[in-house]
């Protein structure tokens, strides 16, 4: 069964330094999502991406951040410059469809990003 | 804002026991989705359930069902006849319906579910 999956699993980087992390969507996948959860807190929605461009972005999802398709295939979340809130699980998600109701959204298992 | 809450951080459920998670939310709009996904440890999220909010039935997913009351704003998750299987992160998301949204999902905090040989 296909599935989502996201490199590296853990990701540990001294603040004000840049990341990317990495999401390989299902293939036939048109809408793509960061999400991320800091450690006890709620999972969060950061992005979604579709044709190419940001289609929504949370109040989270400020300058620092960006994404990226590069290839077709990857799905990219860059943060420019961390910070040490920045530490949290990110999680990328993928569906076939956008806003209908057979919008099931497929999640990678995740990134922890520590920053120190 | 929508937001959503499950007030039980962690639960146990003793195998072969039926067992029920909280979910309430908040909104003020009258058609949204609603959804229970799992997370064994280490693992994605995978969908569990979704209801409607224009259907008056509850979703039932084999052993999974939902009790959803929309006046009372209330999404539970029924797990009947729980499994080893079944231990995990239990969360509950919403999906507004409207405002041109892609679908992103609002979640709660998540319910730790143990399942007791």
């Known amino acids: 069964e296909p599935e989502v999956t996201q490199t590296p699993s853990h990701q540990v980087t001294q603040m004000g330094q840049e990341v990317i992390l990495r999401c390989v969507p299902i293939s036939n996948h048109l809408y793509f999502y960061w999400y991320r959860q800091i450690l006890g807190q709620k999972v969060e929605f950061l992005v979604s991406f579709y044709n190419n461009e940001i289609s929504e972005k949370s109040e989270i999802f400020d300058d620092q951040f960006s994404v990226e398709r590069p290839d077709g295939s990857n799905f990219t979340l860059k943060i420019r410059s961390t910070k040490l809130e920045d530490s949290a699980m990110y999680f990328c998600?993928?569906?076939?469809?956008?806003?209908?109701?057979?919008?099931?959204?497929?999640f990678g298992p995740g990134t922890r990003l520590t920053v120190l | 804002a929508q937001t959503v809450t499950q007030s039980q951080p962690e639960m146990s459920v003793q195998e072969a026991e039926t067992v029920t998670l909280s979910c309430t939310y908040d909104t003020s709009e009258s058609d949204y989705y609603l959804f229970w996904y799992k997370q064994p440890p280490s693992r994605q999220m995978i969908l569990v359930i979704r209801q409607e909010a224009y259907k008056q039935q509850n979703a039932t997913e084999n052993r999974f069902s939902v009790n959803f009351q929309k006046a009372a704003k209330s999404f539970s998750l029924k797990i009947s006849d729980s499994q080893l299987g079944d231990a995990a992160m239990y969360f509950c998301a919403y999906r507004s319906e409207y405002g041109g949204s892609q679908g992103n999902l609002i979640f709660g905090k998540g319910t730790k579910l143990s399942v007791k040989p």
């Open positions: 998600a993928s569906s076939e469809f956008g806003g209908s109701s057979y919008n099931e959204q497929f």
